[in-house]
């Protein structure tokens, strides 16, 4: 008689059957943590919230579990002979269920306090976020580049605060963080919408002999028909001598106000919030 020999498919089956389960969790907890990070980098604070809430949730289930969770054990029963009867203990002992209990207790009344919290800011968020929508925010952030020596980014700044510091409908927001190149549109975009802007400026220059300037200019809001593309880009010549004398600065500072005076007065006409003499006697 013949022995059956081994079969080495159905062993190499057993052993995929094996490994796949751990090689799956592997490749998903890789791409969980990747997503995460990439999640991060794009909304800190949504990821921020998700971490509080799931360390919140974890903390509830571990005070439940020591607070009430029993264990239960089958003894031979005295009565009838044979039969078994089964009896219920806490798990932990009473001091530390006690106190499992008392910070659950703790922990609802912070929520109820929180989410009456939640909802008076929720309610003055809305506020504040309808009173926002009825103004024109242009939000500046700083020019990578020698800012210190050539002055660029102030003189607009300035410049825009001279014409409009009076306007309740328009607000300058200027901002110290630089937008590289590499970060770009997507990252000026995301930095607007943080604080509600309508226009986001963002640039870049180089102090040569022949400088190399580029001015960013996005348009968040096109709901509001600002008759101006979704992203904008200016590169105007300049030589090293108009930036040493600030003629530059002083050219694209007149300019940007005049910019942010044609979309102010677009979105006033169309709310037919008309402006006066004397405002535009004011900007001229």
């Known amino acids: 008689m013949s022995e059956k020999l081994p079969n080495d498919n159905n062993g190499l089956l057993e052993l995929l059957k094996k490994l796949w389960l751990p090689f799956a969790g592997f490749i998903g907890a890789v791409s969980l943590t990747y997503s995460f990070y990439k999640m991060w980098l794009g909304d800190q604070e949504a990821v921020t919230y998700i971490t509080a809430g799931a360390g919140l949730l974890i903390l509830i289930l571990a005070l439940l579990w020591v607070g009430f969770r029993n264990r239960t054990i089958t003894r031979p029963a005295v009565w009838p002979i044979g039969g078994t009867r089964t009896e219920t203990y806490p798990l932990f002992k009473p001091s530390y269920r006690k106190a499992a209990q008392v910070g659950l207790s703790v922990i609802t009344l912070l929520a109820i306090f929180g989410f009456v919290i ?83 400026i963002w640039g870049w220059y180089r102090p040569t002999e022949n400088p190399n300037i580029t001015i960013h200019i996005e348009n968040l809001t096109l709901e509001k028909m600002l008759p101006i593309r979704k992203s904008e880009i200016l590169q105007p010549a300049a030589t090293l001598a108009e930036l040493e004398s600030f003629s530059f600065q002083q050219q694209a500072g007149q300019e940007t106000s005049a910019l942010i005076s044609f979309l102010a007065g677009f979105i006033n006409y169309n709310i037919e919030d008309y402006w006066t003499f004397d405002k535009l006697k004011k900007l001229a």
């Open 118 to 200: 939640l909802g008076q800011h929720l309610h003055s968020q809305k506020k504040y976020r309808t009173e926002q929508e009825q103004k024109l925010i242009i939000l500046i952030a700083a020019f990578e580049g020698p800012e210190e020596v050539y002055g660029l980014r102030n003189e607009i700044i300035e410049k825009l605060n001279a014409n409009f510091s009076g306007e309740k409908n328009i607000e300058i927001i200027p901002v110290d963080e630089i937008i590289t190149v590499t970060q770009g549109s997507v990252y000026a975009r995301q930095l607007g919408e943080h604080r509600l802007a309508d226009i986001v």
